[in-house]
């Protein structure tokens, strides 16, 4: 008997939301650890910081049913001055990276509830290879900058693309059209 491999599972849908419970607290930091630390060794240890004291953490989960099962993404915003948000450590675990839509819903979520919270103007300091995926979503590079000895560009997102979004702690379904094996 010869055994096919098993491909692999990929969840029919995912919720992003804020991280409001230890599960999906330590889910974030595990992934950023993996993503920052471990695949592009931007940090040695870890790539905490002082936002981290007054960030809020985004979740992308694998959804189950009703059953949420694994942190797949994650992304934090932070309020840097009056009505001048930013969105920073965005980081989607590179099994589900094929998925495609999950970078997409995080930041749709990040510019989405930080403009129901009166941002006027949101910010991210983007990884290069990031930057046409921004652009797609209305996002305008700034200028070029270089952090953690990584070049980035400092992009703004257009506002009128991003309707508030009052119940971030809820958050919103995402249905992938289609996985890429």
């Not at 049913?65 to 450590?89: L, Q, Y």
């Not at 675990?93 to 403009?115: F, P």
């Not at 009052?166 to 890429?180: H, I, Q, S, W, Y």
């Given at each position: 008997?010869?055994?096919?491999?098993?491909?692999?599972?990929?969840?029919?849908?995912?919720?992003?939301?804020?991280?409001?419970?230890?599960?999906?607290?330590?889910?974030?930091?595990?992934?950023?650890?993996?993503?920052?630390?471990?695949?592009?060794?931007?940090?040695a240890d870890h790539d905490r910081d002082d936002i981290d004291r007054h960030a809020i953490p985004i979740v992308a989960l694998t959804s189950l049913g009703i059953v949420t099962d694994e942190v797949v993404g994650t992304?934090?915003?932070?309020?840097?001055?009056?009505?001048?948000?930013?969105?920073?450590?965005?980081?989607?675990?590179?099994?589900?990276?094929?998925?495609?839509?999950?970078?997409?819903?995080?930041?749709?979520?990040?510019?989405?509830?930080?403009?129901?919270?009166?941002?006027?103007?949101?910010?991210?300091?983007?990884?290069?290879?990031?930057?046409?995926?921004?652009?797609?979503?209305?996002?305008?590079?700034?200028?070029?900058?270089?952090?953690?000895?990584?070049?980035?560009?400092?992009?703004?997102?257009?506002?009128?693309?991003?309707?508030?979004?009052?119940?971030?702690?809820?958050?919103?379904?995402?249905?992938?059209?289609?996985?890429?094996?």
């Amino acid at each position: 008997m010869i055994l096919e491999p098993v491909p692999p599972f990929f969840a029919s849908e995912y919720r992003v939301k804020f991280a409001t419970n230890r599960f999906e607290l330590q889910g974030a930091e595990d992934l950023r650890r993996q993503v920052f630390c471990g695949e592009q060794k931007i940090f040695a240890d870890h790539d905490r910081d002082d936002i981290d004291r007054h960030a809020i953490p985004i979740v992308a989960l694998t959804s189950l049913g009703i059953v949420t099962d694994e942190v797949v993404g994650t992304v934090r915003i932070h309020e840097a001055a009056p009505g001048v948000w930013w969105g920073s450590r965005l980081a989607v675990t590179q099994k589900y990276r094929k998925v495609g839509a999950l970078g997409s819903a995080l930041i749709r979520l990040a510019v989405s509830s930080a403009h129901a919270r009166g941002c006027q103007t949101f910010l991210a300091n983007v990884q290069y290879q990031n930057v046409k995926l921004f652009e797609r979503m209305h996002w305008r590079s700034l200028s070029e900058i270089e952090l953690h000895g990584v070049a980035h560009y400092r992009m703004q997102a257009d506002l009128d693309f991003y309707p508030p979004l009052e119940d971030a702690a809820t958050g919103f379904l995402v249905r992938p059209r289609k996985v890429a094996a």
